[in-house]
C-alpha cells in the first residue's frame, strides 16, 4: 500500500524559507512522479509542481515559479518542496501525492495521497 508522509510545516515570515519533505513508501515500482499541492482556506486544492522519479523532470506553476524548488533523493525515497521568499498567500496545507500517469503535470492524474502539512506565512 502506497504511503506518503509530509513533514516540515510550520509559521514561517513573509520574505523567509521553508523546506518540506515527502516520504514515500510501501511499494517496488520506480515508475512514478511526485506532486505538491496546497489548499488555502476557502479555496479548492491547487497543484504547484511535480518531479518525475524516472527522470528528474520538473514542472511548476506560474504561482510558484523562481520561488520554490522541488528535489528529490530517490535513495531516501523522499521529495521535498523547498520554499523561497514565501507570501502570506503561499499559507495553506500543503501535500505530496503520487501517480504513476506519464501525464503528471496534470493534477487530476494524482490518486495517492498524504495527510498533509500546515504552512502559515506571517506579515
Known amino acids: 500500500e502506497v504511503q506518503l508522509v509530509e513533514s516540515g510545516g510550520g509559521l514561517v515570515q513573509a520574505g523567509g524559507s521553508l523546506r518540506l519533505s515527502c516520504v514515500a513508501s510501501?511499494?517496488?515500482?520506480?515508475?512514478?512522479?511526485i506532486g505538491w499541492f496546497r489548499q488555502a482556506p476557502g479555496k479548492e486544492r491547487e497543484g504547484v509542481s511535480c518531479?518525475?522519479?524516472?527522470?528528474?523532470?520538473?514542472f511548476y506553476e506560474k504561482s510558484v515559479k523562481g520561488r520554490f524548488t522541488i528535489t528529490s533523493d530517490n535513495a531516501k525515497n523522499t521529495v521535498y518542496l523547498t520554499m523561497y521568499d514565501v507570501e502570506p498567500e503561499d499559507t495553506a496545507v500543503y501535500y505530496c501525492a503520487l501517480t504513476r500517469s506519464i501525464y503528471y503535470t496534470i493534477w487530476t492524474e494524482y490518486d495517492h495521497w498524504g495527510q498533509g502539512t500546515q504552512v502559515t506565512v506571517s506579515s
Open positions: 510501501g511499494f517496488t515500482f520506480s515508475d512514478y512522479a
Open positions: 518531479i518525475s522519479r524516472s527522470d528528474g523532470t520538473t
